[in-house]
Antibody, heavy 123, light 107 residues
């Protein structure tokens, strides 16, 4: 059974660093065809892709957030960590992690998602 | 460009067919995935690749693509299909993206 679960602070102050952890089970972070994505959704707004990490430590990030977002992994703990620096109230959102499956021919999809973690940025 | 455009809202009569579209330059090269999101829930994968449905997704959901436009068709819409729908793809630099979402109302 594949599961992903986000954990981290509920409230963060502006300019602080946000760290969210995605703990996965039911699949391996060293599977060459799989990785983890981070996606966020501000209240009442659309989904926004933040970045991916794959088994070979290949990473890609949203161009608009590239300088403030980093994704890392600890395969021994089956965890993927999202770090976002210098947060602002506009970063208030539900943050999701999702398993991403990569197939031949550049086809990919996210088939399992965590329940999401609501983070509020406020002083 | 690395953007996907969706109509903000669409409505359909119960039992009828509705198509939700997604436009973007990257769709000329890459397939779109489609997700359904109900209020307070995580997105649910409906369609991936050319027109593949994960196990458990009803066959009334189907996907298609032509040029720079991908489409999700619901044939015989049900009341439980009322939700937000998002397309998702990538660009040549492996940057992923989501459309702005379409709110489907079933009348």
């Amino acid at each position: 059974q594949v599961t992903l679960k986000e954990s981290g602070p509920v409230l963060v102050k502006p300019t602080e660093t946000l760290m969210l952890t995605c703990t996965v089970s039911g699949f391996s972070l060293i599977n060459p065809n799989m990785g983890v994505s981070w996606i966020r959704q501000p209240p009442g707004k659309a989904l926004e892709w933040l970045g991916n990490i794959f088994s070979n430590d290949e990473k890609s990030y949203s161009t608009s957030l590239k300088n403030s977002v980093a994704i890392s992994r600890d395969t021994s703990k089956s965890q993927v960590v999202l770090t976002m620096t210098n947060v602002d109230p506009v970063d208030t959102a539900t943050y999701f992690c999702a398993r991403i499956v990569r197939l031949v021919g550049a086809t990919f999809y996210s088939d399992y998602w965590g329940q999401g973690s609501l983070v509020t940025v406020s002083s | 460009s690395s953007e996907l455009t969706q109509d903000p809202a669409v409505s359909v009569a119960l039992g009828q067919t509705v198509t939700i579209t997604c436009q973007g330059d990257s769709l000329r090269i890459y397939y779109a995935n489609w997700y359904q999101q109900r209020p307070g829930q995580a997105p649910l994968l409906l369609i991936y690749g050319k027109n593949n449905r994960p196990s458990g997704i009803p066959d009334r959901f189907s996907g298609s693509s032509s040029g720079n436009t991908a489409a999700l068709t619901i044939t015989g819409a049900q009341a439980e299909d009322e939700a937000d729908y998002y397309c998702n793809s990538r660009d040549i630099n492996n940057h992923h993206m989501f459309g702005g979402g379409t709110k489907l109302t079933v009348l």
